[in-house]
Each structure stands twice: as C-alpha cells, then as structure tokens.
C-alpha cells in the first residue's frame, strides 16, 4: 500500500504571499493528482501529472518521481483560493489526508 | 459545473436501511468511480466502472455494491447501514479507463441516525 503524506495539514497565509503545499509518497507511481475541495464540499480536479511541471494561471503542481515526492504552489494567493488541497496516488488510488488553506485579506 | 450530477444531494435514514445512491456521468465519459469521505478516514476509493465492467476495487465493503448500466449512468448501493457509513459519497467519470483527470460530482451526503 502507498503511504500518502501532507504537508502542512493547516496553512493561513495573507493575500499575495507564495504558497506551497507538499506530498510525499512511499512507493513508486506513474501519476499522482492534485485535487482542491471548496468549502462547500465540491471537488475539483486540478492536475494529474507524471513528471515535471504543470502550470494552470497562478497554480504549478511539479512532482520528482525519483525522490517520490510533488509540490502545489499558488503565486499570488488570494482569498479565493481558500480551500482544502488533496494529492491522490493514481495506482492505488489513495488520497492525503489534505491541506487545509486559509488566505486572508 | 462538471457535468456530473449525482442524486440525491441529501439522504437520512436509520441503521439497518438499504439506500441507493445514483450517478450520472459527463456526456462521453465511459468511467465513473466511487469515493466516500468521512471525517475520521478522509477520501477512499471505492470502486471503478468502465463501459459496464468493473475495473478496479478499493476499500468497499461487501454490504456495499455499484453496477454501471448500459447508459452509463452508475448506482452505487449501501446495505445493513451502520452509524460509521454516514459520509460524503462522491461519483467522478473520466473519458477512458486510467491517466486522465475526473470530473467530481457534487457528492450525495449520507446521515445514518
């Protein structure tokens, strides 16, 4: 079984900063998903990716497969982002237990 | 909006019940999985679909069953209820069987009492 780990678990930022939320995990994949939950419950897909970088407006998902390990950034934070991040092993299809992210005005 | 609606939005009802959960997927989408969220055990894979055959398990119990039908819509069922079964239950459909994004319903919220 792949063990899916988050960091952080909380994060509170202030619009504008740069944010980066990690995931690792503990056996080799061929694709990881990054997924974002709104407060009201809904889930959005964001990224599936397999090597590299991803770029989506303000949003770059990069994952290292060799130290097994990805990365969501948000540049620009804004209050709109508030949100839980989920990363998703795509194999097993385990789920972090998500970042919870609170960009404040 | 995804595309994918998932009814009801809400159900209650008591332990022992069998309840139906329903899917439709994206038009075009021959995929359609099952997640649960629960507060203690976040999200978990159920159970995949593709074009009617069952493609993949997760961690489905066995009074837990889906079936997809040849309209591709998916029926997840839920027997002998249990107060921990109270969850977030999410459908998503993707066009092919694996390596590409899922579009999420919006879930159906299931409270056992």
């Known amino acids: 079984k792949n063990e899916v780990e988050q960091s952080p678990q909380n994060l509170t930022a202030q619009e504008g900063e740069f944010i980066t939320i990690n995931c690792s995990y503990s056996v080799g994949i061929s694709a990881l998903h990054w997924l974002q939950q709104h407060p009201g419950g809904g889930i959005v897909s964001l990224f599936m990716?397999?090597?590299g970088k991803k770029k989506h407006g303000r949003l770059i998902a990069t994952i290292n497969i060799q130290e097994k390990h990805s990365s969501l950034h948000i540049t620009a934070s804004h209050p709109r982002d508030s949100a839980v991040y989920i990363c998703a092993v795509k194999d097993d299809m385990r789920f972090g237990a998500g970042t919870r992210l609170t960009v404040k005005p | 909006d995804s595309g994918v609606t998932q009814t009801p939005k809400h159900l209650i009802t008591a332990t022992g019940q069998r309840v139906t959960l329903r899917c439709s997927p994206r038009?075009?989408?021959?995929?359609v999985y099952w997640y649960q969220q629960s507060l203690d055990q976040g999200l978990q894979f159920l159970i995949q679909?593709?074009?009617?055959?069952?493609?993949a398990k997760g961690n489905i119990l066995e009074r837990f069953s889906a079936q997809q039908f040849p309209d591709l819509h998916s029926e997840l069922n839920l027997s002998s209820l249990e107060l921990g079964d109270s969850a977030l239950y999410f459908c998503?459909?993707?066009?092919?069987?694996?390596?590409?994004?899922?579009?999420f319903g919006d879930g159906t919220r299931l409270s056992i009492l």
């Open positions: 679909y593709y074009n009617g055959e069952e493609r």
């Open positions: 990716l397999s090597s």
């Open positions: 998503a459909s993707s066009p092919g069987v694996t390596g590409q994004p899922q579009h």
């Open positions: 038009s075009g989408d021959l995929s």
